[in-house]
């Protein structure tokens, strides 16, 4: 049988962490049950040493019968109560008093006067876990659970036994870049046929069906379809269905992805209260009944030429009830569907539909992706040619198979034959002549039995989120790190651990890329749904996640529910299971769009570590008080929640080292904040809407912080920006607006110097927002620029580039206001070796007119035009201009030679010109303000003309926006 045990070795190795801690400090209570913890300490230890055992075993294909497994979970589970235990026991005795003298005596009678009550029942826990503890050890001899050391060929390597891959300098970050570059290998003739005819000029609306086994790149066809044809209609949208359909959250999330999005700046201006983060169109869009959502859709997509991907549909009826749903009108409007299932497909076809049944990849094409993702590791065309075509053909053509095998194999030597051997060997599986799960499961255990034990926890952690979802990288990192499954190694951070994590789990493709970064790094990650499937199944069998309301129906676990995720797709299920768990000691609480599901007094809240409630709505005032008792916190994002303030204990969670506040109308942090030691990265504001944190003196005395975003710098802000001197560990400073200075203001200067000194330890990424103040002009006196920083930002009024910028040799990404747009500007920039993107912004409200006024003046001292000249830009791919006025563009033979995105925002256009000389070019974005003129509309048509007879062929998608 399959034996994982991860999360059971994780348990243990963070447990003996904390008795050894434990054991080493004074507590009044140790004189009575020191005995105890010492003995659980060394019980749990030669526990954890056996679990090794036994994991290292079940990775080489050892097989364990019931009885092991059964033990495991009774090991797991003792630790679990003892983690817990351990936690109440710090929490509830705190802090004995230490030192000499009669005041400290006192004070150490008082404290055991005080927790008297305290100490007698944690330590009858103690040993009755110690007890507990003895018995799950004596049952391992009593029942025969064997050691794998010593079972017979436990000395041999098994055929299935994963060779260790890497060494730490294997592990590199993959290479910055962006979506979208890569194509699907055997469906380009399927694309184009297709393609062309859902995108062809006629009335009728259409349907094209994908079906095929999973894993058959279903989705990725339907994906490429509407990047290369999706510009060719008004309105696009991409949704997943589920396999039981929640149709209001569908029609919602179309509704989301076709309404005109409204311009940054000017975002929300209307609201108040308490969702002033949203955008007042869709404000009250979670209230809507289906009845609201299909006329919305109605009249937003009645007289418009649309594109729809609906994505794996489960049933029939799942498909007459969203067809029915969906405007019908005779615009030439077009729904791509995805499904495993024949009789889906049929059904679709009825709406003057097609359908294409996807195939396995014939063994040409499965060499060719094959060989895509490990060129760089191949040794050789002519070496190992046996082995690894038994090795193609044994994944079946299945493109899932092909990519996670090929990302096993690239992390290996693979100029050392054993280790295409071993791969080969482990293949036994018969997806070549018959596709089945059975088949890709075995796939999927060699993969994952492949990673090393953190890094298992790590890629089961991905369990929590809902099939289809995009996983924000730093969302996921900061919660791997409050949930303990990082540590330091190698002398490296516990974020740069996590960083290298993320990044292995990306190159292995068992997670893929969706967005990345402006900066070419990955953003978020998405996970294929039969992986999803796999490690969900494998975290509800070693009660690691408990995932209920979700699109697969998993048991109800039988014992304490450790990490809960509540999701919405069948939100009835999740009730009725909530009512029947124990939930007493959940320590990780992930909840997605609303908490009704929840009873709060079945959460002992006290031992919560990782609360995460990003975009719940139905958040109260009793409700928020509470987190201020939920003493272990570590990570806490309240993100797009509807809050005004936080609690005013909220300083209590001393163990916070995460708050994620952003796109809320928090604007100012309470006292007791300045409590909080252990915090790391603190993130507010909005940039939509440019509502902001106001900084105060006791944001700087959480002097651990490494991230600030989202403040604001104003004449209101009492305290002296000089204590921003004490955050000297910070990594990434983001100043969301400056209002009310004034150029010979004191702040000013003191602001300056902050900057200036904290360039001189850790800052990375600089980002300020003046709001068009003028502050940004005097930022050209520094004295000492920040000349390791990677990242700068550079928004609101700034007339003249700082003379300083040229001197940034590690800058990656660059943000500029569009005021000091001009020719020489980018002679300037354009030998900046690592530049990776480069965008040109400005927010300027109510300055249409003085904006106006600088850009003009701008582009006469250019001449009448700015033009990009050839040369230099050697590392950039992406350049992004966002302004109500746009100049015009003019781009010179050779310039920008590997720039592979052009990205334009605007409301009047003077042009853009000369593209084709952009050689690398791949896609072309523009957003249309929704007030251009007809004019501004025919510069549109003419830049589409213009990229059509580009060599390379780019796409070009248009969207529009609201002011």
Not at 321 to 344: A, D, H, M, Y
Not at 829 to 858: C, M, R, W, Y
């Amino acid at each position: 049988m399959e034996l994982a045990v991860g999360a059971s070795e994780s348990a243990m190795s963070s447990l003996l962490g904390k008795l050894g801690s434990l054991l080493a400090q004074e507590y009044t209570l140790i004189s009575g049950v020191r005995s105890e913890i010492q003995y659980m300490n060394d019980e749990l230890a030669s526990m954890h040493a056996f679990l090794r055992k036994i994991g290292r075993a079940a990775a080489a294909g050892a097989t364990h019968d019931e009885q092991t497994k059964d033990w495991i979970e009774q090991v797991r589970d003792v630790a679990y109560d003892i983690e817990d235990c351990v936690d109440d026991f710090a929490h509830r005795l705190g802090r004995q008093p230490r030192g000499e003298g009669l005041l400290v005596n006192l004070r150490r009678t008082w404290y055991a006067m005080t927790t008297l009550w305290a100490r007698r029942d944690i330590a009858t826990k103690i040993i009755d876990l110690k007890n507990r503890a003895q018995d799950v050890g004596e049952r391992r001899t009593r029942y025969g659970v064997q050691d794998p050391s010593r079972q017979p060929n436990s000395g041999r390597r098994s055929s299935r036994t994963p060779a260790r891959p890497y060494t730490a300098d294997h592990l590199q970050s993959p290479n910055p870049r962006l979506v979208g570059m890569t194509k699907p290998v055997g469906q380009e003739e399927a694309v184009a046929n297709h393609g062309e005819w859902l995108a062809e000029a006629r009335a009728d609306q259409r349907v094209l069906a994908i079906v095929g086994f999973g894993g058959l790149g279903k989705t990725t066809m339907a994906l490429e379809l509407q990047r290369v044809f999706g510009e060719k209609f008004e309105s696009r949208a991409t949704v997943q269905a589920s396999q039981k359909l929640n149709l209001e959250s569908l029609l919602r999330e179309i509704l989301k992805q076709v309404m005109p999005q409204q311009e940054p700046e000017r975002k929300g201006d209307a609201r108040g209260g308490g969702g002033a983060a949203t955008d007042s169109r869709t404000d009250g869009m979670q209230r809507w009944t289906v009845k609201q959502l299909k006329e919305k859709l109605k009249t937003q997509l009645e007289q418009k030429r649309y594109f729809l991907l609906v994505d794996d549909v489960w049933s029939v009826s799942s498909w007459t009830n969203i067809w029915e749903s969906l405007p019908k009108n005779q615009n030439g409007s077009s729904i791509v569907v995805t499904t495993r299932f024949k009789s889906v497909a049929n059904t679709c076809s009825h709406q003057q539909g097609r359908i294409h049944m996807l195939k396995p990849l014939s063994y040409e094409e499965s060499k060719k992706l094959f060989f895509e993702i490990i060129q760089d590791q191949d040794p050789g065309p002519d070496e190992f040619m046996k082995i690894k075509e038994d090795i193609i053909r044994n994944c079946g053509g299945l493109p899932l198979a092909i990519v996670v095998v090929a990302g096993l194999l690239a992390r290996r030597d693979l100029n050392n034959v054993s280790h295409w051997k071993t791969v080969k060997e482990s293949l036994n599986s018969e997806l070549d002549k018959n596709l089945n799960p059975e088949g890709v499961t075995q796939i999927l255990n060699l993969c994952y039995n492949d990673l090393p034990a953190d890094q298992k926890n790590c890629l089961l952690y991905l369990s929590i989120f809902p099939k289809g979802c995009s996983i924000n990288r730093r969302r996921l990192t900061r919660r791997w790190i409050a949930e303990g499954f990082i540590v330091e190694k190698d002398g490296k951070t516990v974020e740069e651990v996590a960083e290298d994590t993320f990044n292995e789990l990306i190159s292995r493709n068992i997670v893929r890329p969706v967005d990345h970064s402006s900066n070419g790094n990955v953003k978020a990650c998405q996970v294929h749904d039969m992986i999803l499937e796999y490690i969900l199944f494998k975290s509800s069998e070693e009660n690691f996640i408990t995932v209920v309301g979700g699109h697969w129906l998993t048991p109800t676990p039988s014992n304490k529910v450790r990490r809960l995720s509540l999701h919405s797709s069948n939100p009835e299920d999740a009730k009725d299971k909530i009512e029947t768990m124990n939930l007493s000691h959940v320590r990780s609480l992930t909840v997605f769009e609303n908490l009704h599901q929840l009873p709060s007094y079945s959460l002992k809240s006290g031992i919560l570590q990782v609360l995460d409630l990003e975009g719940c709505k139905s958040l109260n005032t009793s409700q928020l008080d509470k987190l201020c008792k939920m003493f272990h916190l570590k990570y806490l994002s309240l993100r797009r929640a509807y809050i005004k303030k936080l609690p005013a204990e909220i300083g209590k969670l001393q163990y916070l080292e995460t708050l994620d506040i952003r796109e809320t109308d928090v604007m100012e942090l309470p006292l007791s904040v300045g409590r909080l030691q252990k915090m790391v990265h603190l993130l507010g504001g909005n940039k939509s809407t440019r509502r902001a944190l106001r900084f105060t003196e006791v944001i700087a005395k959480m002097t651990a912080l490494q991230t600030l975003s989202g403040i604001e710098i104003s004449k209101s802000s009492t305290p002296d920006l000089g204590s921003m001197h004490n955050l000297t560990k910070l990594k990434k400073l983001s100043i969301l607006n400056i209002r009310d200075l004034h150029a010979n203001s004191q702040k000013y200067d003191d602001l300056l110097s902050a900057i200036e000194y904290l360039s001189g330890f850790s800052l990375k990424s600089l980002a300020i927002d003046d709001g068009f103040t003028g502050f940004l002009d005097s930022i050209e006196d520094l004295s000492t620029p920040p000349k390791y920083i990677h990242s700068l930002e550079l928004s609101g009024k700034l007339t003249r580039v700082p003379g300083w910028i040229k001197e940034l040799e590690t800058l990656e990404k660059l943000t500029l206001s569009l005021t000091s747009l001009g020719t020489d500007m980018f002679l300037e920039l354009s030998q900046l070796p690592l530049l990776f993107s480069l965008t040109f912004s400005v927010n300027a409200k109510g300055q249409d007119h003085n904006l106006v006024e600088i850009l003009h003046k701008n582009t006469m001292d250019s001449g009448g035009k700015i033009f990009v000249p050839a040369g230099g830009f050697g590392s950039l791919k992406l350049l992004r201009f966002s302004s109500p006025v746009m100049p015009l563009l003019s781009f010179l033979e050779w310039a920008m030679p590997a720039l592979q995105r052009l990205e334009l925002q605007f409301r009047l256009l003077e042009g853009a010109y000369s593209l084709e000389n952009l050689k690398s070019l791949q896609q072309v974005h523009l957003r249309v303000s929704q007030k251009a003129s007809e004019a501004t509309k025919v510069k549109v048509s003419d830049i589409r003309t213009s990229v059509s007879k580009h060599p390379n062929n780019p796409t070009v998608v248009a969207d529009e926006y609201y002011e």
